[in-house]
């Protein structure tokens, strides 16, 4: 999901404003895609975020990773 999102902030129209839109829920998150992330991945053609397996969560045993945004 974070991909197609940076994707649609570097394509900068209206219309993917909005797509964007539905697809988050917080404006200010909208707002960073459109004015920070799409400036600074403009000449990446994709690969924005790195993930981590982090191993299993004590409790429930969940399987937990960390995503982290490539600089």
Not at 44 to 71: F, I, N, P, Q
């Amino acid at each position: 999901m974070t991909e197609k999102v940076i994707t649609l902030g570097k394509k900068g129209s209206l219309h993917h404003r909005r797509q964007a839109a539905a697809l988050l829920t917080d404006k200010e998150a909208v707002r960073k895609v459109f004015d920070e992330l799409a400036d600074r991945y403009g000449d990446r053609e994709g690969g924005y975020t790195r993930s981590y397996k982090l191993g299993k969560r004590k409790g429930d045993a969940a399987d937990m990773a960390m995503v982290e945004l490539v600089s």
